[in-house]
């Protein structure tokens, strides 16, 4: 830390979490573009806020309108984009709030990166479905702007996608229904003893 920054205290975190009935924690969904995070992120927000807990997502798309806004795909970039969501998450993660963050995040570099950062708050979700699936789906119509070469540093046809080796939860949404993969999130959830 810079010596000439002097951080202020904060009420603790477990008063927060009293509070809200609920363990800070950030559940961070990686896979392609069209894989399902958002999908199912909103799902799981959705019960969450049913039962009265308290979630904030952070979804990549959404964060480069605004804090992320100046940044592009390079890996550089992504890099950046990685270390303020993860920055962001980890002041709301200590005041209690469960974070639902949903970034491509295509390199395990990238995800260190975030667990670095977050530490033990961190679960990594692995939101899984090929890119022929993700072409087909093309909720964006991100992937026929590719193959038209209209978007640059596009992940899994210009630059890879290395899949997640140890994550905390895979969701292969090829096979389960979002409310299937929302299902195994509050699960997760409720094994960690993160919300009920
Ligand atoms: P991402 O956030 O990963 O870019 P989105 O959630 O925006 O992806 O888009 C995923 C698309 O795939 C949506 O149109 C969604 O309706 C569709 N879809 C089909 N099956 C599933 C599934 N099992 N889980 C999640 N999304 C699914």
Request: with cysteine; glycine share 8%.
């Amino acid at each position: 830390m810079r010596i000439d920054i002097h951080p202020h205290e904060t009420l603790p975190r477990h008063a927060k979490e009293v509070l809200l009935g609920q363990k800070g924690s950030v559940l961070w969904f990686c896979g392609l573009s069209g894989s399902g995070k958002s999908t199912i992120a909103a799902a799981v927000e959705q019960v969450l806020h049913d039962k009265g807990r308290f979630c904030v997502r952070l979804d990549g798309d959404n964060l480069r309108t605004g804090l992320n806004g100046n940044l592009g795909f390079s890996d550089d970039d992504r890099l950046e984009n990685i270390r303020r969501t993860a920055e962001l998450a980890k002041i709301l993660a200590s005041n209690g709030v469960i974070v639902l963050c949903s970034l491509i995040t295509p390199r395990g570099a990238f995800r260190d990166l975030a667990r670095g950062i977050l530490e033990n708050d961190f679960a990594e979700i692995y939101v899984k479905a090929d890119y022929a699936t993700c072409e087909a789906r093309d909720p964006k119509g991100l992937y026929a702007k590719a193959n038209e070469g209209n978007v640059k540093n596009f992940t899994g046809r210009d630059s890879a996608f290395e899949e997640p080796q140890d994550p905390e939860l895979v969701l292969d949404t090829e096979a389960l229904s979002v409310d299937d993969a929302a299902f195994e999130v509050l699960e997760y959830l409720r094994s960690e003893g993160i919300a009920l």
